[in-house]
């Protein structure tokens, strides 16, 4: 879907997606659909600024995101900078012998000790790792460390790859759909993996602030306390999530003009939401999922769907859920069917994975 | 008003010291033994541990531990959030899942692995244990950041979105482990500070 965060948006808009065709006959069905990054293009747009085989793949894209960032905020990290960086799997294709780098560099704090050096960011990198809510997480972790004055700012990233490793599992739970991915529609038929990484600068100061700026006003998480890989069947933990962040919000669901939903196409997941979205009285509310359009991309979903939130609320454009045709679970919800303009102030953002964990945070928008 | 810490643990060595005394130890064991002695020991009646991999069963065992200790074995829901740390993820479990994969002759992933290869499992096991419909976050770091994980906490508190929270370190790689968890109160004697937190830990 492109290198910048207006190329995604732009092709979202135009009902462009970035999902292709993956044949292999260890898959189930023989085949799935996902989107890939062009890595020779990273390659060659890293080399115009540095040696990209001193970095591993996901490196060189979280560089490359949180560089965009820093130039187009002009800001620099100090003391009271923070770095969060989400992520499920992080330099997970290292484990692979064919894989030139060191398996060491699987470790976590490995992948946050190269991004903070790289930017001379004072502390260690604060790093998250809580399945697929881990992006949208970090904006609300990042939120907090605000509230609490242990930073001023706070360069948060996500990122993950697409991997063998990834395919293999999902497919062991026969959990991927053979053709693009249908978020909410009866014909679903299983997820579709993408990869991705995104960087956004969230701030407790007003000056400089771009066009497309929101206001955090509140988050919330919590767990299904239910089953580790499946979600909860009345959406207890989604349901609470939303409700914990509407409190802190000072807003009910008449406040909300948007959704951007998880919506993964697994069968139980999409029903599960649309049961938590209707006991929180958003029934009536319009809805999306983005993983029509780049599949899901794990620990880099929920900050990637925030951002492109941002641009929704800034175009005032509420973009098609991608692949929907016919309402397939059992509460009522409003899946948008096709791209339309609409006057939009607020929107919620949810998130749900494995682990029984669900996180809502709740935005608005900053210009008038 | 800042809150309290009202019990801790550490579970190390083939040892288990609850607020600082030793209250279970089986030195010749492995880690998972270990972690079974632990578990008979214990007598949660939870068959669902044996299921688990090494980072949910030690998790599960520290929570288990803690709660006990404050009476909180019940089926009721608790208002406690969960904040975890480690050092290396889920990385043992990936390892297994990765070996699964390497060989095209012998490819046999397993969804049961797979599932763990995401720390925050632990959290889920500990949360379905104990009915903590709460806030959790894993976060991964190359030490244990009292810092970090007691101003976290602190947030989670101040901000109204728990009445108490379970927090610490649980880690599991291929050749060692270690836990440090404590439980935050609106009462009791040790105060919630990151100085204090760092020196509990040091205290195996």
Not at chain 1, 252 to 268: E, L, N, V
Not at chain 2, 77 to 87: C, G, M, Q, R, T
Request: hydrophobic share 40%; charged share 20%; glycine share 8%.
């Amino acid at each position: 879907m492109g290198f910048d965060t207006k190329s995604l948006i732009d092709g979202i808009e135009a009902g462009k997606h970035g999902l292709s065709l993956l044949k292999d006959a260890r898959l189930v069905e023989g085949q799935t659909y996902c989107s890939k990054i062009n890595h020779e293009e990273v390659e060659k747009r890293f080399s115009a600024f540095d040696d990209p085989k001193q970095f591993t793949r996901l490196e060189r894209l979280l560089i490359l995101a949180i560089r965009s960032v820093l130039e187009q905020s002009g800001i620099r990290p100090d003391t009271r900078t923070g770095l969060i960086i989400s992520t499920t799997k992080g330099n997970i294709d290292v484990l692979d012998p064919a894989n030139g780098f060191q398996a060491d560099r699987a470790y976590l704090p490995a992948l946050g000790k190269v991004i903070q050096s790289y930017f001379d960011f004072k502390e260690d990198a604060v790093i998250i790792s809580n399945a697929c809510v881990s992006g949208i997480l970090a904006l609300s972790v990042a939120k907090r460390f605000i509230n609490i004055e242990k930073y001023d700012q706070v360069i948060v990233c996500a990122g993950d790859l697409l991997s063998d490793f990834i395919l293999s599992g999902f497919n062991s739970f026969q959990a991927l759909s053979n053709e693009p991915c249908r978020p909410y529609c009866k014909n679903r038929k299983g997820i579709n993996i993408g990869e991705l990484a995104a960087a956004v600068l969230v701030t407790k100061h007003k000056e400089g602030l771009a066009e497309e700026a929101l206001r955090a006003l509140g988050t919330g998480s919590a767990n299904d306390a239910n089953h580790i890989s499946g979600p909860s069947r009345t959406g207890e933990g989604l349901f609470r999530s939303i409700t914990s962040a509407m409190k802190e919000s000072g807003l009910d669901a008449s406040g909300i003009h948007y959704i951007s939903a998880h919506g993964t196409a697994t069968d139980f997941n999409d029903n599960m939401e649309a049961i938590a979205f209707h006991r929180s009285g958003l029934g009536q509310c319009p809805l999306n999922s983005l993983k029509g359009y780049v599949g899901h991309t794990l620990g880099a979903s929920g900050l990637m769907e925030a951002i492109v939130g941002m641009h929704s609320l800034n175009r005032n454009m509420l973009f098609s859920s991608l692949g929907f045709q016919e309402s397939g679970v059992s509460e009522e919800i409003a899946v948008i069917k096709e791209t339309r303009s609409a006057e939009l102030r607020t929107f919620l953002k949810t998130a749900s994975g494995f682990g029984g964990v669900n996180t809502a945070a709740i935005f608005e928008k900053v210009k008038h | 008003m800042a809150d309290f810490i009202s019990s801790y643990c550490h579970i190390a060595q083939n040892r288990v010291l609850l607020n600082g005394n030793e209250v279970f130890s089986s030195p010749d064991e492995d880690a998972l033994n270990f972690l079974k002695s632990t578990y008979q020991w214990l007598k949660p009646g939870h068959p669902k541990f044996f299921k688990m991999d090494g980072l949910s069963k030690l998790a599960f065992i520290a929570a288990e531990l803690l709660l006990k200790e404050e009476g909180l074995i019940s089926e009721k829901e608790k208002d406690i959030a969960v904040v975890l740390s480690n050092k290396a993820s889920s990385l043992d479990t990936d390892r297994k899942h990765q070996e699964s994969i390497n060989d095209a002759e012998n490819y046999y992933p397993s969804p049961a692995v797979f599932v763990h290869t995401l720390p925050n499992i632990c959290i889920g096991e500990i949360s379905i244990r104990h009915k903590l419909y709460s806030e959790n976050v894993f976060f991964v770091s190359d030490g244990f950041q009292a810092a970090m994980i007691s101003n976290y906490s602190e947030a989670l508190l101040k901000l109204g979105k728990t009445q108490r929270v379970l927090a610490g370190w649980v880690d599991w790689d291929s050749d060692s482990f270690e836990a440090f968890l404590y439980l935050t109160n609106n009462q009791g004697a040790i105060a919630h500070e990151a100085e204090i937190v760092s020196n509990l830990y040091q205290r195996k």
